[in-house]
């Protein structure tokens, strides 16, 4: 065993521990802080096994997307909704919970199942390795450019429906207490769109 | 059980998103605060993507589709992200709540 890949088989295993134990601590920590930031340690983890993988394009894309953008938008939402509330307790929670963990682990011993037992048809032709950027950005402008453009529209809806749903109107105080704004703009508007409903 | 020709096998790969997938599943029933089923979604999400790299990378490793197919499924994600999170804004301006249990109006 070389070098190498005694390196890769190390970098394996804690990146491997690091995202089992990362996830379990998301789910089970009380603290929701600490399992938002111990889930960007997940996504990291997880763009370390996509470099092990030979996908370096990808990796980068995980961690600026994933890390740079899903993580600080939960972290902001944490921010916003961070309210000390007592959960009231539920009747059968533990029945709940203990069933619930039946379930998901007949799950993953199904998965497990298919994972071990299934011949795999490895290995298959030989990765390209560095050239896998170029060859992703033939794929999307040849063959996967009708998925693409909507990807792009995908974004553009999802941008549009998330100021729709999370704007917050706040105008309205300021508009009917002076004189100096045109009446129509309060003319025109319906009773309660412009009323702020988060103040009581 | 394991192919021994190469050093990590697919396999092993294909266990870690198992284990990712079904953490992701079990907290996306039993969290009762809202934001932290989001961040299950996400974890069964990053396990469906390490599926798909890693069958990229042992079996398709010259045309590498699975890769493609990762990029969608983060742009996907990211998407799905801020849409619900913001409906989460949302309903915690009408609610005052982020307790899952106390969302009920599809109750029938």
Redesign the interface.
Known sequence: MTIA?ST??IC?LIL?SV??SG??G??LIDN?VY??FL?GG??MS?AG??L????S??AA??IL??VG??NV??L???M??N?Q?E??P?KGLKI??FF??CV??G??AL??RV??TTN?????????GEI?TE??GE??FTD?LL?FEL?SV??L???I???V??R?DVISIELESTDSIPQNIINNSTDNVLLD??SD | MFNSQELIPLNAYLLIASILFCIGVWGLINSRNAVRVLMSIELMLNGVNINLMAFSSYIDGNIIRGQVFTVFVITVAAAEAAVGLAILLSLYRNRTTVDMESFNLLKW
């Open positions: 890949t890769e088989l394996f491997s995202i089992v996830a379990l998301v789910v929701i399992s938002a889930l997940v996504f997880v096994l996509y092990l993988l030979n996908a394009f990808v894309a995980q997307v994933y953008a899903v938008l939960i902001f939402a944490i916003l909704v309210k509330e959960l009231k539920i709940r919970r619930s963990g998901c682990a799950l993953l998965l497990f994972d071990i795999w048809a490895t290995p298959g032709p030989k990765a390209i896998a060859r992703i794929h999307l996967y998925p990807a995908l974004l809806m999802a941008m429906g998330a100021i749903l999370a917050r409903q988060s």
